[in-house]
């Protein structure tokens, strides 16, 4: 490799970055385990909780995790102030809890998209009106919106992932938007210079990874911001609805009591903070691994 | 000797990469007296630049410099510390870049960027200041000073731009200036004036100039003496009418033969070429750097590293262990 | 993004996002010309003017999103700072791992645990009320939190962007002290971007302290907007949502101009 005068090297050498790279799939390995058993959990809830999550004991309320000293092996993480097993409903939880994200993400994707690709291909008017769209739902408060939307309608998981779908596709049709205009300009380019085949190749090689990168990202950021927004909507009631095993709505009904049954808060907490952070760290390893090399 | 300026021997730059150690520049020494223009030719990535930088001890944190001498206006500052390397950077040597476009930081005024040089190395007061680098922006050329200095870098010229750097680098008075290319992203025009610039405030200030180029036409005009490198080592130096009228290594010969020199080349003449490139430096090399490229090369040129040799009494040498004259007979 | 578009069309925003909302368009644009005049309505539950009971409410809140953003900063930039001076250090890794977490972490839960942890197994701080300076501090750290990341780390990617530069190399050569090189030659130009984003955040802070000034019943512009929501007091809610909306807007209209005031390229031309 000729020395050049043009060594502007930073303050990492190739081995640096190289052992960067490493940890940044580390964090993407660990995101995506944690996202893949809790996607496995969610679907064979049935057969891994091992007590109904609805059915309630009075006998048997606020009972402590099995590391407590009172606390059995039959109710691993013991009871809520109904009864209910707490390990059965955080397994059933995580079916809300990814059926919101999955959900909302895959509405707000469509419509962001569409909204998106409208703008960039047709522009002008259309352009306009979406660029216009775009600004007035940045300027709106999302959560008082939605609270607000969900105070009207009534809580339910249904309404809950409608209303966020409805509201979360911004960052979905400003990217597909510019890559749109990305793809119209080389349209241009091409009948400027009359060369059919290479553009549609260099699309495919350089356009069409770059966009599915940065929806996969912004797909990932979506599903985590709907996850949270529900938790917080629920835990402020105005969510899934009692008795759904939503872990925002199980930190709401414990924090009554959470001086004394502090479990009662911090597993289901725990709960949202791993999956948020998993979902957060695959999003990170994506980007982190196709950019530099879209870069080469 | 209290005229030498700037004495440096045996200067090494390594720089670790993940394939190998990477010997960008291999024992070079160079030297530049009062009043001297000393001019580094050579290709992109031959280390000129890397080794103005070693000099400042401004190399990237990764390159390991050696030296067995660093001598600046007669003081030894080979093992000085940062705080005291920051000391003399920009009071007793300067540095001028070759991009004045983004040399500047953009976010300050001219002024307050000339000042602040005053008032780390001088302890001077603003207004004193102000007045100083008033008056060195005239010096360089630059009129209505006065609001120059009130102006962001982006509202000036490229060429205005590093009369203001040039001018910059002056306020200290500096014992030597370093000039990577100062004249290569300037036009044409631009180029000849800032040319001059350096030659006239070079004699006022009775500095040493080192001026780092790849441009032939810029060492004809303002080098008083030459260093050729190639791949990281000086293959030949001397005087400029020394370099110019008789070239002896026979990279320098085929670096003549490539351009049009004034007086030297002949109208309808084709130019010259060298074919080949720059080896790896990447790990050990013996022998002759240029010998892939080399028309006189032979067997014995790539078994042993090459000593730089003058004959005796001259001060011009080169790195070649063939003899020069025999070289000439036969191209 | 709403920095691309005309400044009269945001005007328009506020207009067009009610006829969103609400299918009575009548209704909404009698309501709407009252809102404009000052006029918000009366409020069901408290029967006093909304815009008066808003007006009442909205310094408690400012004060939390003051305090909060100011917590941001203050602990992210020094961090981005640091670890953009080492890149791959320990330090670098921490604030990494910090800004990875932090935006985890949902700010209910997070409240929760402090208010266990602090107020309870450490008697250090109240719990709830607005009286003294020590009720904020819990409810700051709470709303400021989510907002660090994204600081950290924009601090970060500026500042290892702008030590790379030619100009930084001319600061060093000309001998100044690595101080001065980097706080003023590298921050001053790194900082651009991040001041915008602060403004930015600044106004997500408004949605956050729903929650926040709900757990901690602090009695500022969100607590009322719990409140209003659940007792269907529907002429304060949408009172807030104008209000919301404005201030968002105005934000975003001035972490723009920030940008191009504290860039002499931009300012000058």
């Not at chain 2, 200290?172 to 290319?181: R, V």
């Not at chain 2, 004959?311 to 020069?324: F, H, K, L, P, V």
């Not at chain 3, 791992?97 to 935006?103: D, E, I």
């Not at chain 3, 000034?213 to 002429?235: K, Q, V, Y």
Request: aromatic share 6%; with cysteine.
């Amino acid at each position: 490799m000729p020395i050049t005068d043009e060594v502007k090297l930073d303050d990492e050498s190739k081995l640096g970055s190289l052992t960067k790279k490493i940890r940044g799939h580390q964090g993407m390995i660990i995101g995506s385990v944690i996202v893949f058993a809790v996607i496995a959990i969610a679907l064979l809830a049935p057969l891994l909780a091992p007590h109904d999550p609805y059915e309630q004991d009075l006998m048997k309320r606020l009972l402590p995790p099995f590391w407590d000293s009172r606390g059995s092996w039959e109710h691993i993480f013991g009871t809520d102030h109904l009864g209910r097993d707490y390990l059965s409903r955080l397994i059933y939880g995580a079916r809300i809890s990814l059926l919101i994200g999955i959900g909302a993400a895959l509405i707000s994707g469509l419509i962001g998209t569409i909204m998106g690709v409208m703008a960039g291909y047709f522009g002008g008017r259309v352009d306009m009106v979406v660029t216009f769209l775009i600004t007035v739902r940045l300027s709106m408060p999302v959560v008082l919106v939605a609270l607000a939307v969900v105070a009207i309608v009534g809580g339910s998981l249904q309404v809950v992932i409608t209303v966020l779908g409805l509201l979360l596709w911004d960052r979905f049709a400003v990217v597909m938007r510019s890559s749109t205009l990305q793809i119209r300009s080389m349209d241009y380019v091409a009948a400027a210079q009359a060369v059919g085949c290479s553009v549609s190749r260099v699309l495919m090689t350089e356009v069409m990874p770059n966009v599915v990168n940065n929806l996969i990202v912004i797909t990932t950021i979506e599903i985590a911001h709907a996850i949270i927004l529900e938790a917080a909507l629920s835990f402020l009631g105005l969510g899934v609805q009692p008795p759904l095993p939503s872990w925002g709505l199980m930190v709401s009904e414990g924090k009554d009591m959470m001086l004394f049954e502090p479990w009662l808060i911090t597993i289901p907490g725990v709960a949202l903070f791993l999956l948020v952070l998993a979902i957060n760290l695959m999003g990170d390893g994506v980007r982190d691994i196709t950019a530099p090399e879209n870069r080469n | 000797m209290s005229d030498r300026v700037l004495d440096v021997k045996n200067l090494s730059i390594d720089i670790p990469l993940a394939e190998g150690m990477l010997h960008a520049v291999d024992g070079i020494d160079i030297h530049v007296d009062k009043g001297e223009t000393l001019c580094i030719v050579g290709e992109s990535g031959c280390g000129k630049s890397l080794t103005s930088l070693a000099v400042m001890d401004l190399l990237p944190k990764k390159a390991i410099r050696r030296l067995e001498r660093l001598d600046l206006a007669g003081a030894s500052i080979l093992d000085y510390s940062e705080q005291q390397m920051s000391d003399i950077r920009g009071s007793k040597m300067g540095m001028i870049f070759q991009e004045p476009m983004t040399s500047l930081n953009p976010a300050f005024t001219i002024g307050n960027q000339m000042v602040e040089t005053l008032q780390r190395h001088r302890n001077m007061n603003r207004v004193a200041a102000r007045d100083l680098a008033k008056r060195m922006l005239e010096k360089v050329g630059i009129t209505a000073a006065d609001q120059r200095l009130n102006q962001y870098p982006h509202q000036l010229s490229g060429g205005l731009r590093q009369r203001v750097m040039i001018a910059m680098t002056l306020l200290c008075e500096p014992e030597l200036i370093i000039a990577d290319e100062p004249t290569t992203a300037l036009d044409v025009t631009i180029q000849a004036q800032i040319l001059l610039l350096l030659q006239e405030l070079q004699s006022e200030f009775d500095m040493g100039l080192i001026l780092i180029t790849h441009d032939l036409g810029v060492v004809a005009r303002i080098a008083t003496r030459v260093a050729v490198m190639y791949a990281g080592q000086i293959v030949e130096q001397g005087t400029v009418k020394q370099i110019f009228d008789n070239p002896m290594h026979p990279y320098t010969r085929g670096l003549m033969r490539c351009i049009p020199v004034p007086g030297k080349t002949k109208p309808g003449e084709p130019l010259g070429s060298i074919p080949g490139m720059v080896p790896s430096l990447v790990g050990k090399f013996t022998g002759c750097r240029f010998a892939e490229r080399c028309d006189h090369v032979t067997d014995a040129c790539r078994q042993s590293d090459i000593e730089l040799r003058a004959e005796s009494g001259e001060t011009q040498s080169y790195r070649c262990i063939i003899d020069a004259k025999e070289m000439a007979k036969v191209a | 993004m709403a920095g691309e578009t005309a400044s009269d069309a945001d005007i328009e925003a506020i207009r067009k996002l009610y006829g969103f909302d609400r299918p009575i368009l009548v209704q909404y644009l009698d309501w709407l010309q009252r809102a404009i005049a000052g006029d918000l309505g009366k409020s069901y539950y408290f029967r006093t003017d909304v815009s008066s009971l808003i007006g009442e409410r909205l310094p408690t809140t400012m004060m939390l999103g003051v305090s909060a953003i100011t917590f941001a900063i203050v602990f992210s930039v020094p961090l981005g700072v640091a670890a953009a001076i080492r890149p791959n250090s320990i330090i670098d890794r921490v604030a990494l791992f910090l800004s990875v977490m932090g935006q985890a972490l949902p700010s209910f839960w997070f409240a929760l645990m402090l208010i266990i942890l602090l107020s309870v197994n450490l008697r250090l701080l109240p719990t709830s009320g607005s009286d003294t300076w020590l009720h904020f501090v819990m409810p700051t750290v709470v709303l400021g939190y989510y907002a660090a990341p994204a600081i950290m780390r924009l601090t970060r990617t500026g500042m290892l962007e702008v030590l790379s530069t030619d100009y930084i190399r001319t600061a060093r050569a000309k001998g100044l002290r690595p101080s001065v090189v980097l706080f003023k030659h590298a921050l001053r130009n790194a900082i651009i971007p991040v001041v915008s984003l602060a403004a930015v955040q600044f106004g997500f802070m408004l949605g956050g302290s729903i929650v926040v000034e709900t757990i901690f019943a602090l009695h500022g512009a969100g607590f009322l907007a719990w409140e209003s929501i659940t007792r269907n007091d529907l002429p304060t809610v949408q009172g807030l949502i104008l209000v919301f909306s404005l201030f968002y807007i105005v934000l975003t209209f001035l972490a723009d101009l920030l940008n191009a005031w504290l860039d002499p390229r931009i300012r000058i031309s």
